[in-house]
């Protein structure tokens, strides 16, 4: 796409955010199927679990995969604390680089783009896994990621009815104003068991690093399917271990899921699926109407490879980047130490 070897295509947020705009309500689900795709040649890529860095007040992990083609990865934080200093709890951006020269071929924010992702891969799994017909889903937690969670199930599932709670009310008051026009009906509610009464879908996405029961056993009846985003580190969960012990388990990758997802509350070889075998027919999801189906999400590589596969697809058509300066590129390949002499000449006759 751009001849000169030293530019790299970049995405900035405005860029993503109008592209987002542009591509509107079909982003998510053409972003759902490049997810698809990738899990449907799940055994090409390279996977392991995420490099973390944790400290006290958060976390920041790098994301790799390839699938021997093209190399992806991410860097993401997550800082529960920040939003009480005015900051995103987890920003992020990503690069894909040309495997056989080891050129970077994008550059790309994904604060935007993995809270896009992570909607399009919870929706994603609920459409193998959810009960036919599904059209009421309980938001538990109504922080950044709740809305994009909405709208990717209106878009895959048809979901139209919303149950929002979250211990900050005013959260889901943002939740309302900002969904609405988008054809949903939507409650809030005062309590997690009012917002869970009529929902075949639950979606818990809270943001706070700890062990926590979000959900207790009771709350949960049989034929439910649900959506557990929100615990995504060691020592962060949301879900009883009991709804664990009732539940078909769902997973991206295992032996990352079991150190950062609600599993970590189970023993390490509990059994559970994988689903990009779902995806590709290899074994069943949803078998029976009172199954309760567990999408034990915490994110994976891959999922962000998709997501920057599919950004550069569109830039073409769209335009929406600028051309970066990012690589060195001298005259003779072997004389870098040159190109810093002739630019030094410029700078004197400039």
């Given amino acids: 796409m751009i001849p000169n070897l030293n530019i790299v295509p970049f995405v900035s947020v405005d860029h993503m955010m109008k592209l987002v705009l542009k591509i509107g309500e079909r982003f998510l689900t053409e972003l759902a199927f490049y997810i698809e795709d990738d ?174 029961t979000i959900l207790t056993d009771n709350m949960v009846g049989s034929g439910v399917h649900i959506n557990a985003v929100g615990g995504d580190c060691p020592g962060k969960t949301e879900l009883h271990r009991d709804i664990l012990l009732r539940s078909d388990i769902f997973v991206e990758y295992p032996p990352q899921t079991r150190i950062e997802g609600e599993i970590q509350q189970l023993a390490p070889d509990h059994e559970v699926t994988e689903l990009w075998q779902v995806i590709t027919g290899a074994v069943p999801g949803r078998r029976d109407p009172a199954q309760i189906t567990l999408f034990d999400s915490v994110g994976f590589a891959i999922e962000d490879f998709s997501a920057l596969r599919y950004v550069r697809d569109q830039l073409r058509s769209t335009g929406l980047y600028q051309e970066l300066d990012m690589l060195a590129d001298p005259d003779e390949p072997r004389d870098l130490f040159g190109m810093l002499l002739r630019a030094a000449v410029v700078a004197k006759t400039g």
């Fill in 39 to 212: 899990f449907r040649r799940w055994e090409a890529f390279d996977k392991s679990p995420r490099v973390a860095s944790h400290s006290a007040e958060g976390v920041i992990e790098l994301m790799p995969t390839s699938d021997g083609e093209v190399y992806g990865f991410k860097y993401v934080n997550g800082h529960p604390k920040n939003m009480r200093e005015g900051r995103q709890t987890v920003t992020a951006f990503g690069m894909l680089a040309d495997v056989h020269n080891g050129y970077p071929v994008l550059l790309s924010e994904m604060t935007i783009l993995t809270a896009l992702r992570t909607a399009a891969m919870s929706a994603l799994a609920a459409k193998h896994l959810a009960p036919p017909g599904a059209d009421c889903m309980a938001l538990i937690g109504n922080g950044a990621q709740a809305e994009f969670q909405a709208l990717a199930f209106k878009a895959l599932l048809g979901v139209r009815k919303l149950r929002f709670f979250d211990i900050d009310r005013s959260a889901t008051e943002k939740c309302i104003r900002n969904l609405a026009g988008f054809g949903f009906e939507m409650v809030a509610c005062r309590s997690t068991e009012e917002a869970v009464e009529g929902a075949e879908i639950i979606t818990t996405v809270t943001a706070d690093k700890q062990y926590a």
